[in-house]
């Protein structure tokens, strides 16, 4: 059974930086790419960065060059390090995982399994 479990959000002020984990079990987590996503009240969910097994990563513009997703395959971990936070990046962010491609894939179809998500709040 796969599950991925987020965890390391919380409430932080504008300008800011947290650090958000998910931890994998019951798939082969190195050869599969992981994304995060995230959703905030009344919007869609959308794509903010991916990391494939070679560890190329991809990012949404709203957040290049303040976001910064890793992963340690010995943890069967990925990261997002969020730094210089604003308010508009409040959501539930999300986790997810696909068997790995050489296609970028960043649509939320694109992902087979998710987890649970956690609440990042940046406060003004």
């Known amino acids: 059974q796969v599950q991925l479990v987020e965890s390391g959000g919380g409430l932080v002020q504008a300008g800011g930086s947290l650090r958000i984990s998910c931890a994998a079990s019951?798939?082969?987590?190195?050869?599969?790419?992981m994304g995060w996503f995230r959703q905030a009240p009344g919007k869609e969910r959308e794509f903010i960065a991916r990391i494939n097994w070679s560890s190329d990563t991809y990012y949404a513009n709203s957040v290049k060059g303040r976001f910064t997703i890793s992963r340690d395959n010995a943890k069967n971990t990925v990261y997002l390090q969020m730094n210089s936070l604003k308010f508009e990046d409040t959501a539930v962010y999300y986790c997810?995982?696909?068997?790995?491609?050489?296609?970028?894939?960043?649509?939320?179809?694109?992902?087979?399994?998710w987890g649970q998500g956690t609440q990042v709040t940046v406060s003004s």
């Open positions: 997810a995982a696909r068997p790995a491609t050489i296609t970028l894939r960043i649509a939320v179809r694109d992902y087979q399994y």
């Open positions: 019951g798939l082969p987590f190195s050869s599969y790419a």
